[in-house]
Structures are given as C-alpha cells and as structure tokens.
Nanobody, 116 residues
Framework: VQLQASGGGSVQTGGSLRLSCTSP????????AGWFRQAPGQERELVAA????????YYADSVKGRFTVSRDNAKSTVYLQMNSLKPEDTALYSC??????????WGQGTQVTVSS
C-alpha cells in the first residue's frame, strides 16, 4: 500500500472532520499531493491539492473557504481539514501523490457521510 487515508466518518451538516493521508514508504514527502472524492454515480473530482513545499494550494470552488489542505513532510502526511460540511460533501475521499505531473500513487479511500 502506497498511501493510507483515514479520518472519515459520519457527521451532521455543519460538522467537521480531519482527514489524514500517510505514506509508509514516504511517497508523499517530496511530491505534490491531492485529495479526491467520488460520490456514487459521479465522476471523481479533485477537491484540494498541495505542492511538496506546502505552497501553492488548490481548492475546488465547491469547497473553498471550508476545506484546508496542509502537510507535514517530516511525518510524510497530508491533511484535509473539512469544516461546515454539507450533505453534498458525502463521498469516498482518497489521497494521491504526484510523480511529475501525474497522480501516480493512491490510497484506498475513507468514507465521509454528512447527514442533514
């Protein structure tokens, strides 16, 4: 397993969760990383990304102002802090690390469910 995502769960609207993506093989330490999500019947979408240095970052319009991506390279870990969660945020969230311009290494995903 290249990456391991954790921190998902079930919350009510307005709640918060913090996802973590760790890399036992330190795949994350020197590479850009991204958080993706996929809801049933929908395409996978990139919700947040971060460069290896921590800047710049990218956010999908749907999560701007609510989600924050960060990283700790010493721990080879990338985080996604999700606040003000909405039912439409319900999805399987996965992390991935880049090799060059391509997301090459993937985690198994962690489920986030937001109830109204």
């Amino acid at each position: 397993v290249q990456l391991q995502a954790s921190g998902g769960g079930s919350v009510q609207t307005g709640g918060s969760l913090r996802l973590s993506c760790t890399s036992p093989r330190r795949t994350l330490s020197n590479n850009g990383a991204g958080w993706f999500r996929q809801a049933p019947g929908q395409e996978r979408e990139l919700v947040a990304a971060i460069s290896w240095s921590g800047e710049p970052t990218y956010y999908a319009d749907s999560v701007k102002g609510r989600f924050t991506v960060s990283r700790d390279n010493a721990k080879s870990t990338v985080y996604l802090q999700m606040n003000s969660l909405k039912p439409e945020d319900t999805a399987l969230y996965s992390c991935a690390s880049k090799q060059g311009p391509v997301y090459r290494y993937w985690g198994q995903g962690t489920q986030v469910t937001v109830s109204s």
